[in-house]
């Protein structure tokens, strides 16, 4: 507790200082009279200084400029036929055009780092490396980062670093952020603390992603690995790395992470009863993963979606049906109703075709060319053979059924059933064979009142009845 209260102490009269400089006016004014006293009695030392310094920054530059077509070839010798990821190579790519300002920066900070260990005026060349070390940061991340909220983002950090650094404000203006904080069971909290985590936890997310990608690649491209296998390792990698960019975040800015155990349990427990869906569907898409039920490429129908999967993600499984459109169904759904898997074990799919002939009709004969039909149609297996089988007698047709087997149902399977169903139509046309339509006989009959009301309207007796109509 004494070294808490003595580091805000520090940090309280830091800050005190720090503002009363900002909006003191005769500290702008006793700044400006000793810049110009000091200018008046160091002019020739300043002008051979910076002069001096002015030779370093261009002779660091001729350097540069020397050394960067080799670095440049030695990088495309490396790029060049090998096997590198998208995203190595792009970053490749974004490198070769900035071998010259890093190479110029290189040799700056160098002799920035000994100019200040050997006291030697560095005026100059700390303005130059501040402003290359930005403009060679921007540049990376325009090239590197396609978002433009986040380029956008690192060019103003960038630069105000930069600003800060040549101001000489930069240790204020850290040392003013340390100062704004807040203690939480033990653990001081600053602003500079948060901005650094924040800085620290964007870029190691950065190359966790980066490092998520390349090794996604890799895993499948394997041909030794199952899709699902190939999900559930590709999964568990990415969770491994945010994890651990998170951890390395933290520890990096000094936080302890047992402060955190109390709090993130509490943290826990709401988020186990906010997040009850998600967290389900996550654990169901784990299950469906270890168990292999689907697989990407799998086709399935959920309810009245039919299609194929193309990819399963944390959440949900992106199923595209045969019009092109993405259902993205929860996995919770798919564990706990029927999913009907067309090609969980093998590809090979039957179908059943149902056809009705009118009784005066040849019944061998209708069989026989439902086989034919079959046979003729491109995308019916050869073996097992077609089947056409005689199901009952209906009130109005013989009730026949046609059984096929394809092996492409992502293809489709109302389209081959159209097929075949075509190639039927047209046989039994020419064969005279005739599909019954629905009938029905109607037989109308008068009731006794209306039919003795009418008699007597039309002044009939009893002898000479109506008859009663009847319609078929």
Same mark, same amino acid.
């Given at each position: ?16 200082? $720090?503002? =009363? ?5 005769? $500290?702008?004014?006793?700044?400006? =009279?000793? #810049? ?49 990821? +998208? ?19 290189? $040799?700056?900070? +160098? ?7 050997? =006291? ?70 600053s602003a500079l603390t948060v901005v650094q985590a924040m800085l620290s936890l964007a870029l190691l997310l950065w190359s966790a992603t980066l490092v998520g990608r390349v090794l996604e690649r890799r895993i499948t491209a394997s041909p030794n690995l199952t899709p699902s296998l190939q999900v559930l390792m590709v999964k568990l990698l990415k969770i491994a790395l945010a994890a651990i960019a998170v951890v390395v975040a ?21 988020? /186990? $009863? /906010? ?37 399963? /993600? ?33 590809? =090979? ?23 034919? #039909? ?57 064969? /005279? ?40």
């Amino acid at each position: 507790m004494v070294s808490i209260d003595l580091n805000r102490g520090r940090a309280s009269v830091v800050q005190e200082a $720090f503002m =009363e400089r900002i909006f003191d006016e005769q $500290f702008y004014l006793s700044q400006l =009279e000793a #810049a110009r006293n000091w200018l008046a009695d160091n002019a020739v030392e300043l002008s051979v200084s910076v002069v001096g310094q002015a030779i370093i920054v261009v002779a660091a530059f001729l350097l540069a400029r020397l050394i960067a077509p080799r670095a440049r070839a030695a990088l495309a010798r490396v790029t060049t036929g090998r096997r590198l990821e +998208v995203q190595l190579r792009h970053a490749a790519v974004a490198v070769a055009p900035l071998m010259l300002p890093v190479a110029w920066l290189l $040799f700056l900070w +160098v002799a920035d780092l000994i100019a200040r260990q050997d =006291e030697l005026p560095h005026r100059l060349l700390t303005i130059a490396t501040s402003l290359l070390a930005a403009w060679v940061v921007i540049r990376l991340t325009a090239a590197l980062v396609r978002d433009p909220v986040w380029s956008r983002f690192v060019t103003i950090v960038a630069w105000t670093i930069a600003a800060l650094n040549i101001l000489h404000l930069l240790g204020p203006t850290m040392a003013l952020l340390d100062g704004v904080a807040v203690t939480l069971a033990g653990l001081r909290i600053s602003a500079l603390t948060v901005v650094q985590a924040m800085l620290s936890l964007a870029l190691l997310l950065w190359s966790a992603t980066l490092v998520g990608r390349v090794l996604e690649r890799r895993i499948t491209a394997s041909p030794n690995l199952t899709p699902s296998l190939q999900v559930l390792m590709v999964k568990l990698l990415k969770i491994a790395l945010a994890a651990i960019a998170v951890v390395v975040a933290l520890r990096t800015v000094g936080i302890d992470l047992t402060a955190f155990a109390v709090f993130t349990g509490a943290i826990g427990v709401g988020i /186990g $009863f /906010g997040l009850q869906k998600s967290v389900s569907n996550f654990i169901s898409g784990i299950s469906i993963l270890i168990d292999k039920s689907i697989k990407p490429g799998d086709v399935i129908s959920v309810g009245d979606t039919y299609g194929w999967i193309n990819s399963l /993600g944390a959440r949900h499984v992106s199923v595209i049906t045969r019009d092109g459109t993405e259902y993205l169904i929860p996995n919770e759904q798919l564990v706990a109703q029927q999913v009907v898997n067309w090609s969980h074990s093998h590809n =090979e799919v039957r179908l059943k075709l149902p056809v009705g002939i009118a009784y005066g009709a040849d019944v061998r004969q209708a069989i026989a060319l439902c086989q034919e #039909a079959a046979d003729e149609t491109p995308r019916v297996l050869k073996e097992p053979t077609p089947v056409c089988l005689l199901k009952g007698f209906g009130d109005s047709a013989v009730n026949l059924e046609l059984r096929i087997w394809i092996n492409d149902p992502r293809s489709g399977v109302s389209n081959v059933k159209s097929e075949v169903f075509l190639r039927l139509w047209d046989k039994f046309r020419e064969h /005279g064979i005739e599909i019954p339509v629905p009938q029905r006989d109607l037989h109308l009959k008068t009731p006794p009142v209306l039919s003795l009301a009418m008699r007597r309207v039309a002044g009939t007796s009893p002898a000479g009845a109506l008859l009663e109509p009847a319609t078929s």
